[in-house]
């Protein structure tokens, strides 16, 4: 799958449905048939959305972990948690289930971003938060995370 592109804000309804947007949509289109997982986000309070070929080539990944090491289980567990197959129903919406909904503290107003080959959703009022208490460091870790010009792993 290429690379999603895009940030758009939209609305949850009283279900919590989400109206995908169509540019969106039409990026997911190769994939749509296939479902999607939802799961918590680890590093904020934010959900992800992984079309099930991306879901599947991670769980390879985390299925080659030693599961004799409880460290290992402790992560695969917390990572899995809430973990939910989703689909886009033919009105191109997307049902939040409840749980996830409240982990995201996911009210009415939404973003939804692409990070590369996953969408994550937020509230907006988290989303505009996590962008702004990132803006003064940001410079700081692209250097860092992409200004390696001593190897080949650099942009240039």
């Not at 449905?17 to 169509?22: G, Q, S, T």
């Not at 039409?26 to 079309?51: D, H, I, M, S, T």
């Not at 460091?137 to 200004?147: R, Y």
């Amino acid at each position: 799958m290429n690379s999603l592109i895009g940030t758009y804000e939209c609305k949850v309804d009283a279900k919590g449905r989400l109206m995908l947007p169509a540019a969106l949509k039409k990026q997911l289109n190769p994939v749509l048939k296939n479902g999607f997982v939802l799961k918590r986000a680890v590093f904020q309070p934010c959900l992800e959305l992984y079309p099930m070929t991306e879901w599947e080539i991670l769980m390879q990944k985390i299925n080659r972990l030693n599961k004799f090491k409880k460290k290992n289980n402790d992560f695969i567990r917390r990572f899995t948690a809430g973990v939910k197959i989703v689909e886009i129903d033919s009105n191109g919406r997307l049902l939040i289930p409840k749980d996830l909904t409240v982990f995201a503290e996911i009210s009415k107003n939404i973003v939804v971003s692409s990070a590369i080959n996953i969408i994550e959703i937020w509230d907006k009022d988290a989303y505009e938060k996590a962008i702004d208490d990132a803006t003064g460091d940001f410079a700081d870790l692209a250097e860092e995370v992409m200004g390696q010009d001593d190897d080949d792993h650099g942009i240039s």
